[in-house]
C-alpha cells in the first residue's frame, strides 16, 4: 500500500527565503504526484501536478520535481511571502494514475515570518 | 479546470441524527469518487471509492453501515453519516477524476461536520 513521508513536519523562516519542502512515496509505479495547499479550517487548493513523464513543473514561484527512481519529489518555494504561510500537502495515487484514490503526507506546516 | 462542489460547507447535527453530504461535478461526468476524512491537525485519508451503479468500496477500518455512499448519477455522489457520534465530527472532501484531462482529480470544497 502507497505511502507518504513528508519532511518537515513543520517550518518557519523569514520573509524572502527560498525553502524546499520534502515527499517520499512507497510505491513508485504512479503515473503522477500532486503538491496541494490548505489554508487553516479551509479545503484544499492544487498547486502542481507533475506526470511522470516530466521531471518537474513549474508555477510562478513554485517548482516541484519528480524523481520515480527514488521515490522523492520536492517542492521549491522561491521568495517566500507571508502569504505562502499554509499546510502544504503531497499526495501521490494508490496505483497509477489515482483510480484507487490517493494517499496524502501529512503535511509540512508553513510558516513565513513578515 | 473543472469543477467539484460540496454541500453543504458547515454542518452542526445532534448526536444521534444522521446527516448527507453531496459531492456534485459540475462541468463533467464521472464514474468514480472518492471520499476523504481529515481529523483536526491530521493528514487527509481515504475513506472509500464511490461507483456510479454499484456499490462503494470501502477501506479497511471504515464502517460501511454507519457511512453509506450512494452515486446515483454520474454527476453525484452523497456520503451519509447514520447515527452521529461527536467522534465523527470531521472535514469530509470528496474528489473526482476528469476523464477528459486524462483523469486529473479535482476536489470539492469540502464539508466540515460538527456533532454535539
Known amino acids: 500500500k502507497q505511502e507518504v513521508t513528508q519532511i518537515p513536519a513543520a517550518l518557519s523562516v523569514p520573509e524572502g527565503e527560498n525553502l524546499v519542502l520534502n515527499c517520499s512515496f512507497t510505491d513508485s509505479a504512479i503515473y503522477n504526484l500532486q503538491w496541494f495547499r490548505q489554508d487553516p479550517g479551509k479545503g484544499l487548493t492544487s498547486l502542481l501536478l507533475i506526470q511522470s513523464s516530466q521531471r518537474e513543473q513549474t508555477s510562478g514561484r513554485l517548482n516541484a520535481s519528480l524523481d520515480k527512481s527514488s521515490g522523492r519529489s520536492t517542492l521549491y518555494i522561491a521568495a517566500s511571502q507571508p502569504g505562502d504561510s499554509a499546510t502544504y500537502l503531497c499526495a501521490a495515487p494508490n496505483s497509477g494514475g489515482g483510480a484507487d484514490g490517493l494517499t496524502f503526507g501529512k503535511g509540512t506546516h508553513l510558516i513565513i515570518q513578515p | 479546470g473543472a469543477v467539484v462542489s460540496q454541500h453543504p460547507s458547515w454542518v452542526i447535527c445532534k448526536s444521534g441524527t444522521s446527516v448527507k453530504i453531496e459531492c456534485r461535478s459540475l462541468d463533467f461526468q464521472a464514474t468514480t469518487m472518492f471520499w476523504y476524512r481529515q481529523f483536526p491537525k491530521q493528514s487527509l485519508m481515504l475513506m472509500a471509492t464511490?461507483?456510479?451503479?454499484?456499490?462503494?468500496?470501502?477501506e479497511q477500518g471504515v464502517e460501511k453501515d454507519k457511512f453509506l455512499i450512494n452515486h446515483a448519477s454520474l454527476t453525484l455522489s452523497t456520503l451519509t453519516v447514520t447515527s452521529a457520534h461527536p467522534e465523527d465530527s470531521s472535514f469530509y472532501i470528496c474528489?473526482?477524476?476528469?476523464?477528459?484531462?486524462?483523469?486529473?482529480?479535482?476536489f470539492g470544497e469540502g464539508s466540515w461536520l460538527t456533532v454535539v
Open positions: 474528489s473526482a477524476p476528469d476523464s477528459r484531462s486524462g483523469n486529473t482529480i479535482y
Open positions: 464511490s461507483n456510479e451503479g454499484s456499490k462503494a468500496t470501502y
